[in-house]
């Protein structure tokens, strides 16, 4: 992604110069960022009374796209939007460019070029996105970036801006500011890397008490030595990675022209996880929501904002509309960990997700939708299909009445807290997706290409996933629909053979092939679940 040096504007060439040469030297590695996707803008826009471009007929801009390993996997899964990215660093860009050529896509551009150049005759976008890039330029490029924000989105549009936030970055920056020691002097960019790697390594091999403070350095560290290189050269070793307070950086929104719709981890902007003496205290200290979002900032020590913006104009709602989860799919995670769901009122069981979400509930519907959405997952379900299953269950636990004419509101209303609390997620919209392998399966053909080239795929949940194995790499790029079953096994067979992998116990082909085909079934079936075959 684009990033720039300081520096004074008779300079410009040189810096813009260094930073290209820096990310040429040392690949920045390119990720898949759900919280960016226009759906999931989308969903927190309507919540927050605006009324965003349907996300399957939208104009999407990226600044700072990298090798467009965010944009080009949404350019597939929404065909008829449109979509382009500006980066200023050259190789990443042609890379990105070759994966749209070879996939054939023609729905996304990729701009190699300075964002501060970016030209207004490109129209107006209905979502922007500027991830990573804030924190990293110098301030009249990120006033350059808020100008464009305002200038290029549409009446209704949603500008999504991240950037290291305070005060946790003054601790990210007290690590940092370590490794800048070590580094001084050293110009070789993977010789930065290489000493900067080893200082962390010793400072954390030699925090060995049980002392507050070594502890959390040692675990901070152990962070750190588990960074890409790209990451730790351009993040961490960066010449300038500046953290602001959110007053601070809504007051230069503000000035052009912005308001805050909210956050695009939605649950963040939350108080759910402190006391009740905590939350009335947070209360009276807030005299409005950028206040409110500042006091939690110091209490949760944030370091990372994810922030929405749209034009100042459009009148936002003040509490988020319940009403509207009924047009969403709802998915969730969180698994009943009590011993078993009883739908009966009174009796209260609790559910908690991978990521530790948690929440505990006596409302009979809501835990019948919740063992439906359990059953689901990892597909979003209609929120009606919720709503009727939910009811059928409920129904012949008699423990709710079927013709309940309030059920509709007072499900959208649990959903909706349990979506403020990470629990459950809303979706506006879903690519198609297969609920299971068919004979002749198919893998998203960008998922293909990137098994050709690396080992993180994309799925079309829009996350990222890690394909360690190499026979699983070769899986998935065969799954193009012209091969059943058997011609799957055959070539999963011979592949194992040539690797000298092949186990046939006793010299029994059939029980080997056997196992081999338990095993395909197995992938396919685990493939399907991560998002990553065409339905």
Known sequence: MARQVDGHSDFRATVIQTRLTSYDLVAYPGYTHPQTHPDRLAVIGVLSGLEPAPVNRCRVLELGCGNGSNLVPMAWGLPESDFVGIDLAAHPIAYGQRMISDLGITNVRLIHGNITEARQDRGKFDYLIAHGLFSWVPAEVREQLLAICRSSLAPQGIAF?????????????????????????????????????????????????????????????????????????????????????????????????????????????????FSESVRQTLGQLSLNRIVREQYLDFLKCRRFRQTLLCHQEVCLRTEPRAEKVSGFLVSSPARCITSATDLRPGTVSAYQTPKGARCETDFALGKAALAVLERAWPMPLPFEEVLQQAMI???????????????????????????????????????????????????????????????????????????????????????????????????????????????????????????????????????????????
């Not at 960066?238 to 601070?248: C, G, S």
Request: net charge negative; glycine share 6%; proline share 3%.
């Open 161 to 273: 801006v991240s950037y290291n936030a305070l005060p946790g970055g003054h601790l990210r920056n007290m690590l940092r500011e370590m490794m800048l020691f070590h580094v001084r002097g050293v110009a070789a960019a993977e010789e930065r890397v290489r000493q900067a790697q080893a200082l962390v390594r010793f400072l954390a091999e030699a925090q060995d008490t049980r002392d507050e403070y070594r502890l959390w350095l040692k675990a901070e560290l152990e962070g750190i030595l588990d960074h890409d290189e790209g990451h730790l050269y351009h993040d961490e070793l960066a010449e300038l990675n500046e953290p602001f307070y959110f007053t601070r950086f809504m007051e230069r929104a503000t000035a052009h022209g912005l308001q805050y719709v909210g956050e695009a981890d939605y649950f963040e902007m939350f108080d759910h996880s």
């Open 393 to 535: 269950s409920s129904s012949q636990e008699r423990v709710s009445d079927p013709n309940d004419g309030q059920a509709r509101e007072r499900l959208s209303e649990f959903l909706l807290k349990l979506y403020s609390a990470g629990v459950v997620q809303f979706r506006a919209g879903l690519p198609p997706i297969a609920r299971g392998a068919s004979e002749r399966p198919v893998a998203s053909p960008v998922a293909r290409w990137q098994a050709q080239h690396g080992d993180i795929v994309t799925s079309m949940f829009h996350i990222a996933v890690k394909v360690e194995d190499e026979i699983g790499r070769h899986l998935l790029s065969w799954l193009d629909g012209t091969l059943d079953r058997k011609a799957l096994l055959e070539r999963v067979w011979f592949l194992l053979e040539s690797k000298k992998a092949l186990v046939v116990p006793n010299g029994d082909e059939t029980a080997a092939r056997r196992e081999i085909e338990l095993s395909l079934e197995n992938n396919l079936e685990k493939l399907a679940r991560l998002g990553l075959l065409v339905g």
